[in-house]
């Protein structure tokens, strides 16, 4: 009896939540076309003189050439989306130089409000139409050891000083990714490493990462790729290398990137190890030419791990935290610097020092934006 009475209770407060689920949806629903109207109408009063009334800019317009540079083509699928809305939001609301973009883009943060800005990038955001590309704000800072979600195109050159009983060793990593399609990226790495007297190329290691999933709404991504360790040198063995990869937006402060990874020794499978990594970075700056640090943790599991007294410990942990240092106004040049410390099985190392330097080509050459 009483369960039939708790049920009467509850009945007519679930009925009134379900009402109010059914009001506030499509409340939310006109918010967001009313944002879109009103964005609509700036960018119509506003942008689209220089940029079209569709996105695309009309390069035998006389005010086009009269410009001396070309605007932004909001029309293309491509370009709309892989630029971050953050960066948009600062180049209307300080101007094109703010970005290292040209004069020619004026400022409106004081003309529009915060709320207009929005509301016109949300709507510019529309203009690439329907496709598949991930969303440039899911472009998160590439960590050091932890695998990137976001295709991308860019150069990067990575480096590591391992310190061991002074036997200490300096590796190179040069790395040339570029989008293929809407949701691949084609990879190519290069290792060179020199110990002691010796110096050596490692492995060639191509690859191809494809995009699973990707939400800009909930601001997260998941890839899947592989790579193929190609031994430049006798007497090492050929690699396989397949990983998942994921991205995630905490907060407007706060980003998580992890993966899991696993080598496998194509020519000795004692000496197969599966590989997890993870990092939190703080992203809440006011400009890409910013200072912005990262914890990231690593873990290791061989799938042998000898007979004792050599026996490895079951998962091999380190800490590496490290920051990254945008060069440039556009952030898309810029270096990251870490320190990674072994937290357990000490006899690997006693600590690596890293730094990598980047260049984004897709947002402009190794000068512009300075």
């Not at 400009?287 to 000898?306: I, K, N, S, T, Y």
């Amino acid at each position: 009896m009483q369960s039939v009475k708790s049920i009467f209770a509850i009945a007519p407060l679930s009925l009134l939540a379900g009402l109010a689920v059914s009001v506030a949806a499509p409340v939310a629903a006109d918010e967001a076309d009313a944002g879109l109207v009103r964005g609509d109408e700036i960018y119509r009063g506003i942008c689209a003189t220089c940029h079209g009334p569709e996105g695309g800019p009309d390069h035998d317009s006389a005010l086009v050439k009269s410009l001396g540079v070309v605007p932004a083509n909001f029309a293309d699928p491509l370009f709309n989306s892989r630029e971050p809305m953050s960066d948009w939001k600062i180049v209307v609301t300080y101007g094109g130089p703010a970005l290292g973009f040209s004069e020619q883009m004026p400022a409106f943060g004081g003309s529009l409000s915060e709320q207009d800005i929005d509301a016109v990038l949300t709507y510019i955001k529309t203009l690439g139409g329907e496709h598949d590309y991930p969303d440039g704000d899911l472009n998160l800072f590439l960590p050091i050891r932890t695998k990137k979600a976001f295709p991308e195109d860019e150069w990067v050159w990575k480096q590591r000083y391992t310190v061991k009983d002074g036997d200490n060793a300096w590796r190179n990593v040069f790395e040339y990714e570029f989008r293929v399609g809407q949701r691949g990226q084609g990879i190519l790495e290069l290792t060179h490493e020199v110990e002691g007297g010796d110096t050596n190329f490692g492995y060639f290691e191509p690859g191809f990462k494809y995009v699973l999933r990707h939400d800009r709404r909930n601001g997260f991504i998941l890839t899947a790729a592989a790579q193929v360790g190609v031994p430049l040198e006798s007497g090492s063995n050929w690699l396989f290398l397949p990983y998942l990869a994921y991205g995630k937006i905490l907060s407007d402060a706060w980003t998580l990137q992890s993966h899991a990874r696993i080598k496998f020794d194509l020519e000795d499978s004692d000496r197969h190890v599966a590989e997890f990594a993870g990092i939190v970075h703080w992203v809440d700056a006011p400009r890409p030419r910013w200072v912005f640090p990262g914890l990231e943790l690593v873990a290791e599991v061989p799938f042998e791990r000898g007979e004792e007294p050599n026996r490895k410990e079951a998962v091999q942990w380190s800490v590496l935290p490290q920051a990254r240092i945008g060069l440039n106004k556009r952030g898309n040049i810029a270096l990251n610097v870490g320190v990674e410390f072994p937290l357990n099985d000490r006899d690997r190392y006693d600590w690596r020092a890293w730094v990598y330097f980047i260049w984004d080509f897709a947002d402009g050459g190794l000068r512009e934006g300075w």
